[in-house]
């Protein structure tokens, strides 16, 4: 606390009296503080045996100089978790040290592997209770490995508090082998992905997307009436369902009344197809008519299951969080690499929901044994 003096006005004029009340205002700074520990072992030698000995050094002391969870957390962070390059991490804990510490592009570029290996217990059980959810988002997109190709799928609960990513060579059958999508046997929601389908026991599709493709339609078949009218019931079913959250199920004769509804449009659709045969250069909006009649079931589950959610934006959020990072990355040297952020970024994201500073609990990671 610094005190200020009175101004010279009250010194000069004896009229002025010191009252009780006090302006106290802050000026807030931070500053870096480097904390170095230097252990010393004086080494003894025996003149019988030859042996050299000398007393054992804490754990995590192996190297001449060593870094602590403070750093590596930092760092961690910086570059997976705000996404900055592994260079400019370097350079900002640099200056912010004045030149005193420059880490190795190596270190920084092992921290994803180090997390992960420290967190795989965790990984564990994020997975087992993944598998005892009721119901559950998948989705995937893109990644880049050497230029080519890879996969990146998320299976995430639907209040998203657990969150697991796996990075995968192709799509597919084979991509969602050793996720929990394998050996789901709940509620998928997803995208249309017909690999989704031989997994979980029921499925409900995207009503977001299914709204995107709708006007769609109405913007390259302007002549038809089915695709208006189905994205006006859509909308409608999509609110009456918001209007009861909460309750144990929707009135029966209004779910009856929104399918009878639902295939009404559907035949007219039909019916239009035939007068009007779709174009060879936008086919779209008749095969989502085809998709919506074949999947009619999947369309509509959330109407009959008040746990199942209208949209998979859960998948979607979780999987921009991947996107940032390949946004910066661009192109990642190999699969592992992939892999070990996709590790990290699932136990991440439930180390931030439970914790209320991610910094310290994400350093006490670090400062793990490994297999503690």
Same mark, same amino acid.
């Given at each position: 606390?610094?005190?200020? /003096? /009175? /101004? &010279? ?53 192996? =190297?001449?100089?060593?870094? =602590? *969870? ?10 997976? =978790? +705000? ?11 640099? =200056? ?28 564990? &059980?994020?997975?087992? %209770? ?9 989705? +995937? ?13 998320? +299976? ?15 799509? *597919? ?9 394998? %050996?789901?046997? *709940?509620?998928?929601?997803h995208d249309h992905e017909i690999t989704f389908y031989r997994y979980g026991s029921a499925h409900q599709e995207c009503l977001a997307h299914v709204e995107r493709y709708l006007k769609d339609s109405m913007e390259n078949e302007s002549s038809l009436t089915w695709n208006r009218r189905m994205r006006e019931l859509l909308q409608r079913m999509i609110h009456y369902r918001k209007e ?35 174009? /060879? ?23 009959? %299951? ?43 994201? &439930? ?19 490994? *297999?503690?």
């Amino acid at each position: 606390m610094i005190f200020l /003096p /009175p /101004p &010279e006005e009250v010194l000069d004029d004896h009229a002025f009296k010191k009252t009780a009340r006090t302006i106290i205002k802050q000026m807030v700074s931070i500053r870096m503080v480097m904390d170095v520990k230097e252990y010393h072992a004086d080494v003894y030698y025996n003149s019988q045996t030859g042996e050299r000995i000398h007393a054992a050094f804490p754990d995590g002391v192996i =190297d001449d100089v060593n870094y =602590d *969870g403070s750093i590596r957390a930092f760092l961690f962070l910086l570059n997976s =978790d +705000c996404c900055t390059s592994i260079d400019k991490s370097r350079k900002f804990l640099s =200056d912010l040290t004045d030149g005193k510490i420059n880490i190795s592009k190596g270190m920084i570029n092992n921290l994803c592997q180090s997390f992960a290996e420290k967190t795989e217990s965790q990984r564990k &059980e994020l997975f087992r %209770d993944m598998l005892l959810s009721p119901v559950m988002h998948t989705d +995937c997109t893109n990644a880049r490995v050497n230029g080519e190709s890879a996969y990146v799928f998320v +299976c995430a609960s639907s209040d998203e508090e657990k969150v697991l990513y796996f990075a995968r060579e192709k799509k *597919g059958h084979e991509g969602v082998k050793g996720t929990v999508t394998e %050996d789901f046997r *709940g509620i998928l929601v997803h995208d249309h992905e017909i690999t989704f389908y031989r997994y979980g026991s029921a499925h409900q599709e995207c009503l977001a997307h299914v709204e995107r493709y709708l006007k769609d339609s109405m913007e390259n078949e302007s002549s038809l009436t089915w695709n208006r009218r189905m994205r006006e019931l859509l909308q409608r079913m999509i609110h009456y369902r918001k209007e009861h959250t909460g309750e144990a199920s929707l009135d029966a004769q209004t779910v009856s009344g929104f399918e009878t509804e639902y295939q009404e449009i559907l035949d007219k659709a039909k019916e239009e197809y035939k007068r009007n045969e779709p174009s /060879p250069y936008y086919r779209e909006g008749y095969n989502l008519y085809r998709r919506m009649q074949e999947y009619k079931t999947e369309h509509l589950l959330f109407l009959h %299951d008040m746990r199942v959610p209208t949209t998979n934006n859960t998948a979607e959020r979780c999987l921009r969080d991947y996107k940032r990072k390949q946004t910066f990355a661009m192109t990642f040297r190999s699969l592992e690499s992939i892999e070990e952020l996709c590790h990290s970024k699932g136990v991440l994201l &439930e180390v931030r929901k439970n914790n209320p500073n991610i910094y310290t609990a994400v350093m006490e990671i670090f400062n793990r044994r490994y *297999g503690a």
